[in-house]
Antibody
Framework: EVQLLESGGGLVQPGGSLRLSCVAS????????MTWVRQAPGKGLQWVSV????????KYADSVKGRFTISRDNSKNTLYLQMNSLRAEDTAVYYC?????WGQGTLVTVSS | DVVMTQSPLSLPVTLGQPASISCRSN???????????LNWFQQRPGQSPRRLIY???NRDSGVPDRFSGSGSGTDFTLKISRVEAEDVGVYYC?????????FGQGTKVEIK
């Protein structure tokens, strides 16, 4: 079964850090670019970041540039999002996405 | 950033009747490769989004044929030929022609 499973979310204080993971299964992970999309509570969807299949190129939304880092380990079929200097406005469910396939999401709450 | 504007934002529909959602971009989504990168996503209550349509009019696997996408350039439409109860949720368009990727605000479809 083709599946994406995110983990690593939780409650963190403003200024803190968190690393999200997304384990892929059921397809050849190394063949696909991967994306993070987030959704603040009760709000719409916001594209966050993308990484190419090899990991050689990345792009970020302006709102996270310089604070978040996307990476991948193709040997482990895993996508990561390192989030530093977290702000209240980063509070959201973070989804791992491969083309039309979305994970179940992991909730990040930034609050003191 | 490319601005995606959906209308209406709320769409009460009668079961069995058609429904239509408009999505407009402030720049043409026709890419240099000749393809137009406009996707439609459905998010049912309490669920992750799922892609329904890619490149304007191509249905994803498993998507019922009552869903159809059309349009070109900056003007796009998602149509549901006969609304069923399982179609309740929020629908988003997203452009894939420019960085950063951007979504429309979402259209909430509910049953009258």
């Amino acid at each position: 079964e083709v599946q994406l499973l995110e983990s690593g979310g939780g409650l963190v204080q403003p200024g803190g850090s968190l690393r999200l993971s997304c384990v892929a299964s059921g397809f050849t992970f190394s063949n696909y670019a991967m994306t993070w999309v987030r959704q603040a509570p009760g709000k719409g969807l916001q594209w966050v970041s993308v990484i190419t299949d090899s990991g050689g190129s990345t792009k970020y939304a302006d709102s996270v540039k310089g604070r978040f880092t996307i990476s991948r380990d193709n040997s482990k079929n895993t996508l990561y999002l390192q989030m530093n200097s977290l702000r209240a406005e980063d509070t959201a469910v973070y989804y791992c996405v491969k083309a039309g396939l979305w994970g179940q999401g992991t909730l990040v709450t930034v609050s003191s | 950033d490319v601005v995606m504007t959906q209308s209406p934002l709320s769409l009460p529909v009668t079961l069995g009747q058609p429904a239509s959602i408009s999505c407009r971009s402030n720049q043409s989504l026709l890419y240099s490769d000749g393809n137009t990168y406009l996707n439609w996503f459905q998010q049912r209550p309490g669920q992750s989004p799922r892609r329904l349509i890619y490149q304007v009019s191509n249905r994803d696997s498993g998507v019922p044929d009552r869903f159809s996408g059309s349009g070109s350039g900056t003007d796009f439409t998602l149509k549901i030929s006969r609304v069923e109860a399982e179609d309740v949720g929020v629908y988003y368009c997203m452009q894939g022609a420019y960085w950063p990727r951007t979504f429309g605000q979402g259209t909430k479809v509910e049953i009258k």
